[in-house]
């Protein structure tokens, strides 16, 4: 575990160097502490803890309130790793909101925020770094439009998206963001995109050639166990093992 606190400049270099950046989600105080002490240099309170810790069917449903309660539960582990909070579904249609929801998360103990979207919020962006506020953008598959595009769709296999993807990106890095997670994006143009943008691209099903990679810890860890993305190659089955020692246990008890 490092000892020296992670910053935004220290996730830049990281990508200087051609160090691969590991980056995965934590929801609350314990599994905070373990990813940090584990040596993760980037954590996430994701708002994909509205299906995998809240029981929702996708993230449209979480709350501010809600991401305010995990990222508070999280900072209390006080990680070395830079931690950050996504703005939730509906949270940033406005400079205004945008800066004052952002500034919530901080106040809960953010050291960056995340939000989804590209040239379409960039006042938005350029508001939050303007206050003071590490940014971290998303694009590619956007978690909060499933609704409206009807499920979740890997993104840049036709010349339109591909462009757009670029633009997003050079537009979102250019605007101060200091990193931008890519999800279900084509392999080769994650790649093409890592290679021409400045700031770190963390993937995220987008292939292997990202400056980074950004997963669901439940997925990791098989501790939600009822799906899994095809790209996830779960390392442990520890809803299974949840099972099986509370079955143990229970066996244990009788006469």
């Known amino acids: 575990m490092n000892s020296l606190k992670i910053t935004t400049e220290t996730i830049r ?44 069917p996708d993230t449209t449903h979480v709350t501010m309130a809600e991401m305010e309660h995990h990222v508070r539960a999280a900072a209390r582990a006080k990680p070395n790793a830079l931690l950050g909070g ?8 406005t400079v205004d909101t945008a800066v004052a929801d952002a500034k919530r998360l901080v106040a809960a103990g953010a050291e960056y925020v995340k939000a989804e979207g590209g040239r379409e919020i ?13 940014f971290c953008g998303h694009l590619g598959m956007l978690p909060q439009h499933v609704l409206e595009e009807g499920g979740y ?7 339109a998206e591909h462009q757009a993807l670029l633009e997003d990106a ?9 990193a931008i997670v890519l999800e279900l ?4 143009v994650a790649k093409e995109i890592s ?5 770190p691209i963390i993937g995220i099903g987008s292939g292997p050639d990202c400056d ?8 990791l860890t098989g501790s939600f166990p009822w799906f899994t993305p095809r790209f996830v190659k779960p390392r442990l089955n520890t809803g299974e093992q949840i099972r099986t020692a509370v079955k143990q246990w229970k066996a244990s008890l009788q006469p």
């Open 170 to 178: 050079q537009a979102l890095a250019d605007a101060g963001a200091f």
């Open 153 to 159: 769709h890997i993104k840049g296999k036709k010349d």
């Open 13 to 56: 270099a990281m990508k200087t160097r051609g160090e691969k950046i590991a980056a995965l989600t934590a929801y609350d105080y314990p599994m905070a502490r373990l990813l940090d002490e584990a040596g993760v240099p980037l954590l996430l309170v994701g708002d994909s803890l509205g299906m995998v810790v809240l029981g929702y």
């Open 122 to 134: 960039l006042p938005q962006v350029k508001a939050i770094v303007a206050a003071g506020i590490s």
């Open 212 to 219: 980074g990679q950004i997963l669901v810890t439940q997925d």
């Open 195 to 199: 290679q021409r943008i400045s700031v």
């Open 86 to 93: 996504d703005l939730s579904y509906h949270s940033y249609e």
């Open 185 to 188: 994006v084509t392999p080769p």
